[in-house]
Each structure stands twice: as structure tokens, then as C-alpha cells.
């Protein structure tokens, strides 16, 4: 007999039934082993593409996916990424997109969200396979039906766009699972390539060092270090070391710095992280029976440390940059459900049955929502300003959107003239979530020089302002308050016509 957080196992039924410490499923038959990691594989593609069908009936989730999807297009004309279309975000994603568009020979959003799917099914995968290893086969199939569930169980632009999260997860979690079972090298670089796919990928270092250190394997930290650099030194090899760095490192001062902590970010921070647990309460009602059996050895014989170590990291990514949008808590999906999962395991039947069923409630009701819930603010009128920039366009002509519309860039096919798709994040720090009232003026010289710079390369035939509407605080940075600019637009620009709100100007 065996007791684990007070509750009394048999140690052969647990044998019998691959669960409980000790046990390993190699003691039961390889062929029901396979049929059970098939039976996982399907149940969690089943459920993943049933809770992801609004994938293909909404256009666009949120504007991250325009972003994406322009730079995508940019990549698949030849374009550079940083120097044609930027972010303050690695380069993995972007080239997802573009191997989507170009695959499918579409730009329409359900090619990449179909990555997606696959992407989250992974994950989902990945983790379900970890909790049999560490805590049996029932934690396998309630880690793999609540990761499906919560990866979907927020607001439609959070869980059902194609974020950067969503492609990161997969990775992190391959990085966790190598690193338990040994695997330094294959371990560092998963957690590279994640890290190519959103800086916070890094942070889940901590508990894989936290495992080598446990294990006292100084070669296998220097393993994952190594390792770690390989993929990061392709990308800046192959897309220039210079503007790497800058727009996934230096340039992220005003993006992460915490001088513009105010009450506005408190308070989103409080709304975002309750709403975020009340969605998500299938994976975490069970986390104070997991902190007590923090320091009992899983059935691999080690203790699920990493998993709260994870689970911090993953919190701390969150918090960086004080932003706390919706789709930055999918980091803490993977170490929360495996932690639920574990938990489960040493349940009473009807608690599992509760709980999932539970979870899967949440996720029905979040998969309905994502056809008809849009997100908060208002949303552009962005498809009839996109088809007359398309029609009054020729191929080698470019545009500039003033404001963060990227899904007119998107929409429309023609290039932007300039490397700011979201001149207001890029250009003018205008960040809604953050800030009151952005500063009037040209804060970061080298990116005025850049971008005054492309303008004089690819001069835009149309330039669409969005400052005179609300849309993702446009108001709040006009032209007027940036006088170089305005003199720019005054001496090569007349007014053309209004269109929805949105005014578009014509080169003279």
C-alpha cells in the first residue's frame, strides 16, 4: 500500500492499471500502449478541430493575424522581414505564415489557423504523453482533453487566432519533456526554436536547468546552452544580426519597460488574470493538492518541481511588458494542466468526471462564442478602403496606412511602403493598454530615420490615415502631432476621399 496526499493506493491494482508511483507502462503491453497513445492522438485532433471550427468562418480574429499575414506576404514577394515589414517579435512565426500562404496558394486566415490547430493539437499531444510518464495512464487522457480545452477557453481573439503563443507551446513543452528524460542537446534546441517564435519562449530554461542542476549534469546544462544558441545564431546569420537584435532585443525598451506602469495597467492586470482563472478553473482548482505533492516522486521517480518552476516562468512572461492581453496567459496552459493532471490522477472517479466535464463545457461554450464575438473596441471598416486601394493600384505599388490597420495591407495585397505595419505602436509608442496619452513626438530617432528613410525608397501612392476614428486609439496620434511627417504628407499628398471613417490621401 502506498498514500499519496492522504489518500490510500494498492500498489498492484495501481500495477495492473499503469498508474501510481513506481509503476511504469512498460510493465503493461506494448501493443495497448500504442493503442492508447493512438486513442490520445485522435481524441485530441477530434476535439481540437470541433472546438476550432470558427477557424473557418470568421475572416479575421484579431489584428496579430493581419500582422502576420502581411509580413507573410511580404516574405513570399521577396521581401526582407525587418526591413519590410517589422515587429518586435522573432521571426519564426512570420515564415509560418508565409509557408501557409504559400502552400495552400491563399492568404485567407483558415490556411495558417489549420497550422494552428496542428500546432495546439501538439501540444496537447506532448503533454498528455508527459503525464503518463509521470503519473499514469488516466492523468494521460486528463491532460490531453483539459490542454485542448484551455488552449480554446478564453475570448475568440485570444484562443482561436493564430498567435505566436499558439506555435511556441508546442516547442516549450518538447523542451520540458527531453530535458526530464535526459536529452540536453534536443532539449536546448527546442527551447531555441521556441524562443524564435516569441522571446518568452526563453524563460522555460529555468526549469529545464533546474532539472540538469538536480541531476548535478554540468554537461547537459552546457548542452542545452549550446544548443539553445544553435537556431538563434541561424536566424540572425540568415535575416542580418543587426536587425535581429535590435527588433527582438534593443527596440523593446518602450514595449517592455515598466516606466509606464499606471493604475490603467493594474487594472487590466487584475481583470484579465481573474477573468483568465475563471475560464481556466478546470485546471486550477486542483493546484493546492499539487503543491503539497510537490516533493512526492512522480513515477519516474522524480519530484514535479520543474512543473512549478515552469509555471513561474510562464507567469513571468506573462507580466513582461505589463500588456496583459488575453492570448499571453496560453503560456501557462501546459504546466498548469499537467500539474491538474497529476492531481486527478490520485482523485476520486467522480472529481475527474466533474472536472472534465466541466472543462469541456467551458470549451463548447468559448468555441460557440468565436462565431459571433468580436473584440472590444471598435473594429475597422478596413474591406471597402482595401478593395479601392486594390483597384487604383498596380503591382509595384505600395501604401501606408497611418494608425494599426494591418488587415488593409492584408486585404488589399499591396505592399506597405514602410517597415511600420502599426506605425502607431512602432512609430509613436501609442499603446492603448498601457498608456493615458502618448508623448507628441519623434521619441526614437533611429526609427524616424528608417522609416522616412522607406518613404523615400517606396513612396506610397495612398496613404490612409485612421486618426480621425477611435479604432485602437488612433485619435490619440493624429499626423498634426508629428510635424516632419505632416509636412511630408502636406507637400507630396492632396486629400483624395473619405472612405468608412478612414481618410485617404494621393500621391501628386
Known sequence: MVVRNGAVQDVQTEKLNGEGTG??????????????????????????????????????????ETFLATQGQVI???????????????PLVPYVYALTQAVTGTTDLWSVRVAAMLAAAGTAVLVAFEARRRFGRTAMYAGAVLTTVALVSFAPQDGQAANFETFMLPLTVAGVMLARRGRAATSGLAIGLATLAKQTGAATLLPIAWTMLTRRDRRGITKVAVWFAVPLLAAAALLGPRQLVYWTVLGNGSYVGTETASALVVGMFVVMTLAW???????????????????TPAADGETDTDLWLWALSAAVSVAVGLRFFGHYYLQLVPPFALLAAGALA?????????????????????SAAGYFLTPFGDEPQYRTVSRYVAAHTDRDDRVL??????????????????RYIATQSLLAANHPSRVDTPAATELDPQTW??????????????????SDTTIRGADRSPVSQYPRFER?????????????????????
Open 449 to 466: 530615420t528608417w522609416f522616412f528613410r522607406d518613404l523615400r525608397r517606396h513612396a506610397p501612392k495612398f496613404i490612409v490615415d485612421t
Open 277 to 295: 482563472a475563471a475560464c481556466n478553473a478546470p485546471i486550477l482548482w486542483t493546484l493546492p493538492r499539487s503543491w503539497r505533492a510537490r516533493r
Open 23 to 64: 509503476s511504469r507502462p512498460a510493465l503493461r503491453d506494448p501493443g495497448t500502449r500504442t493503442r492508447d497513445w493512438w486513442q490520445v492522438v485522435l481524441l485530441v485532433v477530434a476535439l481540437t478541430t470541433v472546438l476550432r471550427l470558427p477557424a473557418f468562418f470568421v475572416d479575421v480574429f484579431n489584428s496579430d
Open 401 to 418: 496606412v497611418w494608425g494599426n490597420v494591418p488587415e488593409i495591407y492584408w486585404a488589399s495585397g499591396v505592399r506597405p511602403a514602410t
Open 76 to 90: 513570399r514577394d521577396g521581401g526582407d522581414l525587418y526591413r519590410e515589414a517589422a515587429d518586435r517579435k522573432p
Open 488 to 508: 511630408y504628407v502636406d507637400r507630396h499628398y492632396r486629400f483624395d476621399r473619405t472612405i468608412d471613417g478612414l481618410d485617404v490621401y494621393v500621391r501628386t
Open 346 to 366: 490520485w482523485s476520486t472517479p467522480r472529481a475527474r468526471r466533474a472536472t472534465v466535464a466541466l472543462a469541456l463545457g467551458l470549451g463548447v461554450m468559448f
